[in-house]
Protein backbone atom coordinates (compact mmCIF):
# COMPACT_ATOMS: atom_id res chain seq x y z
CA UNK A 1 0.00 0.00 0.00
CA UNK A 2 1.75 3.25 -1.04
CA UNK A 3 2.14 6.13 1.55
CA UNK A 4 1.37 9.00 -1.30
CA UNK A 5 1.81 11.65 1.97
CA UNK A 6 5.94 10.11 1.74
CA UNK A 7 5.92 10.48 -1.75
CA UNK A 8 4.28 13.47 -2.82
CA UNK A 9 5.03 15.12 0.34
CA UNK A 10 8.54 16.67 -0.91
CA UNK A 11 8.56 19.61 -3.79
CA UNK A 12 11.18 17.71 -5.18
CA UNK A 13 9.47 14.60 -5.73
CA UNK A 14 6.72 16.30 -7.59
CA UNK A 15 8.86 18.09 -9.99
CA UNK A 16 10.44 14.44 -11.01
CA UNK A 17 6.97 13.08 -11.22
CA UNK A 18 5.81 16.13 -13.34
CA UNK A 19 9.09 15.48 -15.32
CA UNK A 20 7.95 11.79 -15.69
CA UNK A 21 4.21 12.88 -16.84
CA UNK A 22 6.22 13.73 -20.00
CA UNK A 23 7.57 10.75 -20.66
CA UNK A 24 10.31 8.41 -19.31
CA UNK A 25 13.18 9.71 -18.11
CA UNK A 26 16.86 8.61 -17.74
CA UNK A 27 18.46 9.34 -14.44
CA UNK A 28 21.36 11.15 -15.77
CA UNK A 29 17.98 13.45 -17.17
CA UNK A 30 16.16 13.83 -14.18
CA UNK A 31 19.68 14.87 -12.36
CA UNK A 32 20.55 17.33 -15.01
CA UNK A 33 17.27 19.44 -14.65
CA UNK A 34 18.04 19.83 -10.62
CA UNK A 35 20.65 22.26 -8.54
CA UNK A 36 21.15 19.09 -6.16
CA UNK A 37 23.72 16.38 -6.00
CA UNK A 38 23.20 13.11 -7.97
CA UNK A 39 22.79 10.90 -4.35
CA UNK A 40 20.34 13.43 -3.69
CA UNK A 41 18.21 12.40 -6.86
CA UNK A 42 18.80 9.17 -6.12
CA UNK A 43 17.44 9.16 -2.34
CA UNK A 44 14.26 10.81 -3.93
CA UNK A 45 13.87 8.38 -6.52
CA UNK A 46 14.34 5.51 -4.15
CA UNK A 47 11.08 7.28 -2.30
CA UNK A 48 9.39 7.01 -5.30
CA UNK A 49 10.14 3.36 -6.20
CA UNK A 50 9.49 1.92 -2.66
CA UNK A 51 6.23 3.72 -2.74
CA UNK A 52 5.18 1.88 -6.16
CA UNK A 53 4.95 5.67 -7.88
CA UNK A 54 7.71 5.36 -10.58
CA UNK A 55 9.42 2.28 -12.06
CA UNK A 56 12.83 1.58 -13.10
CA UNK A 57 14.78 -0.13 -15.84
CA UNK A 58 17.90 -0.60 -17.17
CA UNK A 59 18.51 0.25 -20.88
CA UNK A 60 22.16 -0.80 -21.79
CA UNK A 61 24.01 1.17 -18.24
CA UNK A 62 21.52 3.83 -18.12
CA UNK A 63 18.38 3.43 -15.30
CA UNK A 64 15.08 4.21 -17.09
CA UNK A 65 12.59 6.21 -14.83
CA UNK A 66 8.74 6.09 -15.27
CA UNK A 67 5.03 6.51 -13.86
CA UNK A 68 3.78 3.42 -12.48
CA UNK A 69 0.38 4.36 -13.67
CA UNK A 70 -1.05 1.08 -11.51
CA UNK A 71 0.51 2.45 -8.50
CA UNK A 72 -0.50 5.91 -8.88
CA UNK A 73 -4.30 4.99 -9.56
CA UNK A 74 -4.00 3.02 -6.06
CA UNK A 75 -2.24 5.68 -4.29
CA UNK A 76 -4.85 8.05 -6.08
CA UNK A 77 -8.10 5.79 -4.65
CA UNK A 78 -6.41 5.36 -0.85
CA UNK A 79 -5.99 9.08 -0.86
CA UNK A 80 -9.50 10.17 -1.85
CA UNK A 81 -10.89 7.26 0.63
CA UNK A 82 -8.87 9.26 3.10
CA UNK A 83 -9.97 12.23 2.07
CA UNK A 84 -13.90 11.00 2.06
CA UNK A 85 -13.69 9.31 5.78
CA UNK A 86 -12.15 12.79 7.09
CA UNK A 87 -15.29 14.39 5.36
CA UNK A 88 -17.81 11.93 6.38
CA UNK A 89 -16.61 12.33 9.88
CA UNK A 90 -16.89 15.95 10.39
CA UNK A 91 -20.36 15.37 8.23
CA UNK A 92 -21.69 12.93 11.89
CA UNK A 93 -20.57 15.78 13.72
CA UNK A 94 -22.35 18.52 11.90
CA UNK A 95 -25.41 16.36 11.83
CA UNK A 96 -24.92 15.44 15.32
CA UNK A 97 -24.51 19.26 16.36
CA UNK A 98 -27.42 20.18 14.23
CA UNK A 99 -30.02 17.13 15.36
CA UNK A 100 -29.29 18.41 19.03
CA UNK A 101 -29.99 22.31 18.32
CA UNK A 102 -27.59 22.96 20.03
CA UNK A 103 -27.39 26.53 17.39
CA UNK A 104 -24.77 29.10 18.41
CA UNK A 105 -25.89 33.09 18.61
CA UNK A 106 -23.80 34.83 16.68
CA UNK A 107 -22.93 37.60 19.33
CA UNK A 108 -21.27 35.39 21.21
Known amino acids: MPDVYRALGDSTRRRILSMLKQGNKSQKEIVEAFDISQPAIKKHL ?8 ISESLSGKYRIYSLNLNGLQIAYHEMLQYIGELLDDQLVSLKDYVEKGEF ?5
Open 46 to 53: NILLEEGI
Open 104 to 108: RDEDD
